[in-house]
């Protein structure tokens, strides 16, 4: 059933693979779905470490860096792609699919940890397979980023963070491996599962942070629970005794080195402190549960159900739902912390939500008869699916997704022009493809699609000025300036000021063709665009071609 899902995270990708070559604007597919200006962040990482490097730098900004960053997860893949010349796309989709099956199995044998057995375990299981909220209802689906975070917040839904990204597949599996071993580890007083956990929280704290706090308040939140309910009645199996802060220890201080080690770049490097700090804020809460819809009620009942059963000894992890609810109540709750990455924290909530919820179906399939049972789990699990299938529905065939201003085609000739740089712009150089305009309603001009410069990163290895939304600092004045850059009433002192400023050295305009025109670009831009006008930047011909242009700054 793992590798059968993982199978179906395929679909739309294989689909727009399909669509590669059917126009101009079909020319190159990147093999990236939504949000794929974050897809571009991590292939210039991978691109980066394929190409030797041991840190990365963020290769969206020009600014100074001292270049101390490391993520385990692309340093492993990017090294693999430079030793054995395997694109680094195909790598990067296989270990979403390694991350998939890794998180699967891992929420399989959680479940059995904290107490399903038998169909229900199987339930549960399917449950936080394929479950997301109410976004698909007419209403909500159409208010995208001000609505249900199922329909625009990966990180909310095990299965989006599955189909879309392996760091977030390979973060779930290393939240899981450190909760399910520190249960072990309480259950057996055992030390190796403690060291397990520590070892899985090292890289977790590495290559996504953000989730060592939420791992730790779920930790420390279900023990200090456990402590006071120990004083109140009998400790079972997983209440705390005298080794239960030497097995902490143990399993706290790996990720305490790498979380540090990440603190540290926070401290001292600039450009990656503002990146922290760009805004990625969680949406009321009203949001969050109905991006679990279903899944509220039901976990409720399965509460109050296992609560119920505990208390008459059916299951054998009597702590498992409490062990759930903590988690769950933490997670969301840390979701809404006094800091600037917020919403990143809401991730992993969906699997404790789900498991319960899971519990809750199972026990109102136990009062079924006959066919209503699979009657009422096949429904139900195709309800709680629809958000996720209308999801891949919406990304299938298109050049955009979401309402970004990145493609997932580039155009055949943006594409030559990016393996020309990549082969021959010297190490070092800077590169700013200049971004597409349009005029809106009002006659002023602004920017609708960056996606070269977004793609030039991790493709060529080289630094772009502005790029990306997050990792360019104040992307928006950024951008803007390129954008004027191309307005033909614009002095050329100040094109060469900006120029000089940035240490460009080659400039790519293409926004060339009909398609990606219209009628008031047409006419701003005019039959020749402003970068062959000017001397101080030579054409390269061998680089250009009816879809993208490549310029050479010279003179200056």
């Known amino acids: ?200 929280g090292f890289v977790l704290g590495n290559i996504h942070t953000y989730d060592i706090i939420t791992v730790s308040g779920v930790w420390v939140g279900f023990l200090a629970v456990e402590l006071a309910r120990s004083r109140r009645c009998r400790r079972d199996e997983f209440g705390p005794d005298r080794g239960t802060f030497a097995r902490m220890l143990v399993a706290g201080l790996p990720p305490a080195v790498s979380a540090g080690h990440m603190f540290w770049v926070y401290k001292t490097e600039t450009v990656f402190a503002q990146r922290v700090a760009v805004p990625t804020l969680t949406p009321s809460l009203v949001w969050v549960l109905l991006g679990f819809g279903l899944l509220v009620p039901l976990a409720v009942v399965g509460i109050i159900s296992a609560l119920r059963s505990s208390e008459s000894g059916e299951y054998v992890a009597t702590d498992g739902p409490l062990f759930l609810l903590v988690w769950a109540v933490v997670n969301i709750g840390m979701a809404y912390a006094p800091v ?88 070092g150089s800077v ?32 630094a772009v000025n502005a790029g990306h939304w997050g990792e360019t600092p104040d992307f928006g004045h950024a951008m803007g300036r390129w954008l004027r850059f191309l307005m033909p009433d614009t002095p050329d002192n100040w094109r060469k000021q900006l120029l000089q400023e940035t240490g460009v050295r080659y400039v790519v305009f293409s926004q060339k063709r009909a398609e990606a025109r219209d009628t008031a670009a047409d006419a701003l831009l005019g039959a020749s665009s402003v970068p062959s006008r000017v001397p101080y930047l030579r054409r390269i011909e061998q680089a250009s071609s009816e879809d993208a242009d490549v310029y050479e700054v010279v003179g200056l």
């Not at 929420?107 to 038998?118: E, I, K």
């Not at 201003?405 to 740089?421: H, K, M, P, Q």
């Open 340 to 427: 600037s990455f917020q919403r990143k924290l809401l991730m992993g909530a969906h699997i404790p939500v789900a498991l319960l919820a899971g519990w809750g179906m199972a026990t109102i399939a136990r009062e079924l008869r006959g066919m209503w049972r699979p009657l009422l789990l096949a429904v139900g699990l195709i309800v709680m699916s629809l958000t996720n299938i209308r999801f891949m529905l919406r990304d299938r065939g298109g050049l955009r997704h979401g309402g970004e201003t990145v493609r997932a085609f580039l155009l055949a000739g943006e594409r030559s022009a990016i393996d020309w740089l990549r082969r021959n712009a010297e190490p």
């Open 1 to 200: 059933m793992a590798m059968a899902l993982t199978a179906v995270t395929f679909l739309p990708y294989l689909f727009d693979r399909s669509l590669q070559g059917a126009s101009p604007l079909y020319g190159w597919y990147s093999w990236y779905a939504f949000n794929v200006t974050d897809n571009c962040v991590y292939l210039s990482w991978m691109r980066q470490y394929a190409d030797g490097a041991w840190f990365h730098r963020n290769l969206f900004t020009t600014l100074h860096q001292s270049g101390h960053q490391i993520n385990l997860l692309f340093l492993l893949l990017g090294r693999l792609g430079g030793w054995t010349g395997l694109p680094l796309i195909l790598l990067y989709h296989a270990a979403r699919a390694v991350a998939s099956l890794a998180v699967l199995l891992l929420v399989w044998r959680l479940a059995g940890l904290v107490g399903f057995t038998g169909p229900g375990r199987r339930i549960a299981w399917s449950v936080v397979a394929v479950s997301a909220g109410l976004g698909w209802v007419p209403g909500l689906w159409e208010r995208a980023f001000a609505g249900p975070v199922d329909t625009w917040q990966p990180e909310a839904v095990t299965f989006l963070s599955l189909y879309l990204f392996p760091l977030f597949g390979v973060s779930l599996a290393l939240v899981l491996g450190i909760l399910v071993n520190l249960l072990e580890a309480e259950r057996r007083r055992s030390t190796r599962h403690a060291i397990y956990a520590g070892l899985c």
């Open 431 to 462: 590169v700013q493809p200049l971004p597409w305009l349009a005029v809106g309603p009002d006659g002023r001009a602004g920017f609708v699609d960056t996606t070269v410069a977004c793609f030039v990163p991790g493709l060529t290895g080289h």
